[in-house]
């Protein structure tokens, strides 16, 4: 019985991987405009003092946070979770990378790809 041929070529996973950040971009593009145009809606008017700096409320900071408000339609929710996909849209692209070689079973790129995840990975959700 012939083995079926590999459709995991580097062709197919190159354009899978642009796909994947076009997608990413364009989804947290859509977010924040969304965010952007409630926030102009409802707060469009409000004055603000610009000389005094403030940071982000402590939900923000959370990823928990940030996606609760965002489904409570609150503007600056929906915004930060626009980042948060922006942020997460490379880290997917490794994720994906990591998968394509292993089943492709190439050792080496598994190898340095699994270090730049853990990198990433450490970086994101231990570090700051």
């Keep these: 019985m ?10 197919r996973i ?3 991987l642009g796909n994947l950040l076009r997608t990413g ?3 947290a593009s859509a977010i924040v ?11 469009g008017q ?8 403030r940071g982000e409320p402590r939900e923000y900071r ?8 965002a489904l409570k339609l609150d503007s600056r929710g929906i915004i930060m979770l626009g980042v948060l996909v922006l942020l997460a849209t490379p880290f997917a692209r490794v994720v994906f990378s990591l998968v394509a070689f292993a089943i492709q ?3 080496v790129y598994c190898l340095v790809t ?6 990433l990975s450490y970086s994101l959700f231990f570090k700051g």
Excluded: C, K
């Design 2 to 11: 012939p083995e079926a041929p590999n459709t995991w070529t580097e062709e």
């Design 14 to 16: 190159d354009q899978m």
């Design 25 to 27: 971009v364009v989804l």
């Design 33 to 43: 405009v969304l965010g952007g145009i409630l926030f102009l809606m409802h707060d």
């Design 46 to 53: 409000q004055r603000h003092d610009y000389s005094v700096f």
């Design 62 to 69: 959370q990823p928990t946070g940030i996606v609760g408000d």
């Design 105 to 107: 079973r190439d050792r």
């Design 114 to 119: 699994a270090i730049v995840l853990l990198v």
